[in-house]
Nanobody, 117 residues
């Protein structure tokens, strides 16, 4: 069974930074087309924040471009999200996900990020 475990969430003031990690129980070097970070704020739908493909191409939602960076370390089977210049509207539960893989879609349990003004 494939598992994803997020870590690194917490509370920070506006303008601050946080880094999230997502450790996979399987190799992320093969069998995965894309991995992504999603977030869900209270009362809102889950939305994709950033995505990284197997060729390491990345894409970001407009509201986080220039502030967030997605990356991964294949040797550690871990994906990261570095979040800088955080805003109160970035407050949400953040989820990592494996997309389009031989295991289908896989979700982590989520980690809370709270940005205070």
């Amino acid at each position: 069974q494939v598992q994803l475990v997020e870590s690194g969430g917490g509370q920070v003031q506006a303008g601050g930074s946080l880094g999230l990690s997502c450790a996979a129980s399987v190799s992320i070097s093969t069998n995965i087309k894309t991995m992504a970070w999603y977030r869900q704020a209270p009362g809102k739908q889950r939305e994709v924040v950033a995505r990284i493909a197997d060729d390491d191409n990345t894409e970001y939602r407009d509201s986080v471009k220039g502030r967030f960076t997605i990356s991964r370390d294949k040797a550690k089977n871990t994906m990261y999200l570095q979040m800088n210049s955080l805003k109160p509207e970035d407050t949400a539960v953040y989820y990592c996900a494996i997309e389009r893989s031989i295991w289908g879609n896989v979700w982590g349990q989520g980690t809370q990020v709270t940005v205070s003004s």
